[in-house]
C-alpha cells in the first residue's frame, strides 16, 4: 500500500506561483513512476507532469516552460513547481504513483484556483 498526501493548494492571481508538495508514505519500495494530473469541473482528468521510469520528465504542452516537476528522495516528496499560472491551471491537482506490481494510487488531491 502506498499512501499519497498532496499539499500547496491555494488561490493565486495569473501570473503567480505555487509549489505542490506530495508526499509518499507506506511501500514506496515499491513505485515505478509517479506524476501530477489535475482535472477541472467538467473535464477529463490530464497529466500534467509525470517521472518517467528511466527518470525523466514528460510534460503536458499546456505547461511546457512553466510547470516544473522534481523530488526529494530521502523526503518521499515529489513537488511541482507552477510559475506564470493561467487561469485555465485552474483546477484540483492529484498525485500519482504507479507500483512494479500494476497498482496505481492516488492523493486525495488539492485545489489550485487562478483567478483576478
Known amino acids: 500500500q502506498v499512501q499519497l498526501v498532496e499539499s500547496g493548494g491555494d488561490l493565486v492571481q495569473p501570473g503567480g506561483s505555487l509549489r505542490l508538495s506530495c508526499a509518499a508514505s507506506?511501500?514506496?519500495?515499491?513505485?515505478?513512476?509517479m506524476g501530477w494530473y489535475r482535472q477541472a469541473p467538467g473535464k477529463q482528468r490530464e497529466s500534467v507532469a509525470a517521472?518517467?521510469?528511466?527518470?525523466?520528465?514528460n510534460y503536458a504542452d499546456s505547461v511546457k516552460g512553466r510547470f516544473t516537476i522534481s523530488r526529494d528522495n530521502a523526503k518521499n516528496t515529489v513537488y511541482l513547481q507552477m510559475n506564470s499560472l493561467k487561469p485555465e491551471d485552474t483546477a484540483v491537482y492529484y498525485c500519482?504513483?504507479?507500483?512494479?506490481?500494476?497498482?496505481?494510487?492516488w492523493g486525495q488531491g488539492t485545489q489550485v484556483t487562478v483567478s483576478s
Open positions: 500519482s504513483a504507479s507500483t512494479w506490481d500494476g497498482h496505481t494510487y
Open positions: 507506506g511501500s514506496i519500495f515499491k513505485i515505478n513512476t
Open positions: 517521472f518517467t521510469p528511466s527518470g525523466g520528465t
